[in-house]
T-cell receptor, first 115, second 111 residues
C-alpha cells in the first residue's frame, strides 16, 4: 500500500507564474489536508478536502490559492501569480476518517521556490 | 486562539544521554500527537495521547499527557544518533477539522 505521494518534490517558479502541486492520498483515504511549512512559522493548516468537496479552507489565502480533490485523480493545490513569499514546503496528508484525532499520513512534500 | 509551545527549540546531546522535550498550551486539547520529521521528509506520527495523565511507551520513547490535557512531554532514554530529527507536537482544532502545530524541538544526537 503506497503512502501519500506528492509531486513534484521540488518546483521552481518565476514570480507571476502558476504553481500546481499534486497529492495522491493513500488508497482508501478520502480525506486530504494541505499544510505549509516555513522554518520560522512551523506547519500551518491551509485546507481540508473530502472527495469533490472543500470542507474547511480557513487557512488558505483568499486570493491566488485554490484547491480541489476531484472524484478521480489527485488533489491539486494551485497557486496563481506566485510571489517570493509563497516559497515554502507544502505538505499533503490523508486520513481514512475525518477529525484531528485520526492519524494522518503525510507525503514527502513539495518544496516550492519562487525566484 | 489555541497555541502549542515547544521547548527547548534546539537540543544537542551525546549518544547515551537522556532528554525530555515539552509541549505546552494554555488550552485544553482532546488529544495531542507527536511527530518526528527528518530533513526533506514529511512528519511521521509517533503517538497519539488521548486521556489526561496517560503514559505511552514506544521503545526508548515515553510520552505523557498532562492531567489537565494542556501539556505533554516526550522523554528519550539512552538517545541514539538515529533519534536525530525535528520533534513536533500537534493538536486538533477548528471543530476537529485540522491540526495546529508547535514549532518543534530540533534534536541532534552526536556520536
Amino acid at each position: 500500500n503506497a503512502g501519500v505521494m506528492q509531486n513534484p518534490r521540488h518546483l521552481v517558479r518565476r514570480r507571476g507564474q502558476e504553481a500546481r502541486l499534486r497529492c495522491s492520498p493513500m488508497k482508501g483515504h478520502s480525506h486530504v489536508y494541505w499544510y505549509r511549512q516555513l522554518p520560522e512559522e512551523g506547519l500551518k493548516f491551509m485546507v481540508y478536502l473530502q472527495k469533490e468537496n472543500i470542507i474547511d479552507e480557513s487557512g488558505m489565502p483568499k486570493e491566488r490559492f485554490s484547491a480541489e480533490f476531484p472524484k478521480e485523480g489527485p488533489s491539486i493545490l494551485r497557486i496563481q501569480q506566485v510571489v517570493r513569499g509563497d516559497s515554502a514546503a507544502y505538505f499533503c496528508a490523508s486520513s481514512p476518517r475525518p477529525g484531528g484525532n485520526t492519524e494522518a499520513f503525510f507525503g514527502q512534500g513539495t518544496r516550492l521556490t519562487v525566484v | 486562539t489555541q497555541l502549542l509551545e515547544q521547548s527547548p527549540q534546539f537540543l544537542s546531546i551525546q549518544e547515551g544521554e537522556n532528554l525530555t522535550v515539552y509541549c505546552n498550551s494554555s488550552s485544553v486539547f482532546s488529544s495531542l500527537q507527536w511527530y518526528r520529521q527528518e530533513p526533506g521528509e514529511g512528519p511521521v506520527l509517533l503517538v497519539t495521547v488521548v486521556t489526561g495523565g496517560e503514559v505511552k511507551k514506544l521503545k526508548r520513547l515515553t510520552f505523557q499527557f498532562g492531567d489537565a490535557r494542556k501539556d505533554s512531554s516526550l522523554h528519550i532514554t539512552a538517545a541514539q544518533t538515529g533519534d536525530t530529527g525535528l520533534y513536533l507536537c500537534a493538536g486538533p482544532a477548528g471543530n476537529n477539522r485540522k491540526l495546529i502545530w508547535g514549532l518543534g524541538t530540533s534534536l541532534a544526537v552526536n556520536p
